[in-house]
């Protein structure tokens, strides 16, 4: 398995932006998907995760309510959809997954993953 994010770029502060993770492999149903940045200095922080199915998705409490997480397992894709970007959102995203056994576990520590892909950086003008 394999995790490509891609997406990333410059965005006006306000604006909206979309990354995508493309996951390879026939095992995409398997996987929890999960959303995290990392911006120069600061550590790897959670930004949102979808179980299996895209029922349960959790965000973190600095872009709740702004960004959205969904998943096509037809394509093997995760999305993160970034609205009202503000300059504290600059960061390298990346994407992690890890398998879980119910359709309905969602994981949300950066240790709990244990495949990722490179990130895609986001900049912020303000």
């Known amino acids: 398995v394999q995790l490509q994010a891609s997406g990333g770029g410059l965005v006006s502060a306000g604006d909206s932006l979309t990354l995508s993770c493309a996951v390879s492999?026939?095992?995409?149903?398997?996987?929890?998907v999960g959303w995290f940045r990392q911006a120069p200095g600061k550590e790897r922080e959670f930004v949102s995760a979808?179980?299996?199915?895209?029922?349960?998705?959790y965000y973190g409490d600095s872009v709740k309510d702004r960004f959205t997480t969904s998943r096509d397992n037809a394509k093997n894709l995760v999305y993160l959809q970034m609205n009202s970007v503000n300059p504290e959102d600059a960061a390298n995203y990346y994407c992690?997954?890890?398998?879980?056994?119910?359709?309905?576990?969602?994981?949300?520590?950066?240790?709990?993953?244990?495949?990722w892909g490179q990130g895609t950086e986001v900049t912020v003008s303000s």
């Open positions: 992690a997954a890890r398998s879980a056994a119910s359709l309905r576990q969602v994981f949300t520590s950066r240790n709990e993953y244990f495949i």
């Open positions: 492999g026939n095992t995409f149903r398997m996987l929890v």
């Open positions: 979808i179980s299996r199915s895209g029922g349960i998705i």
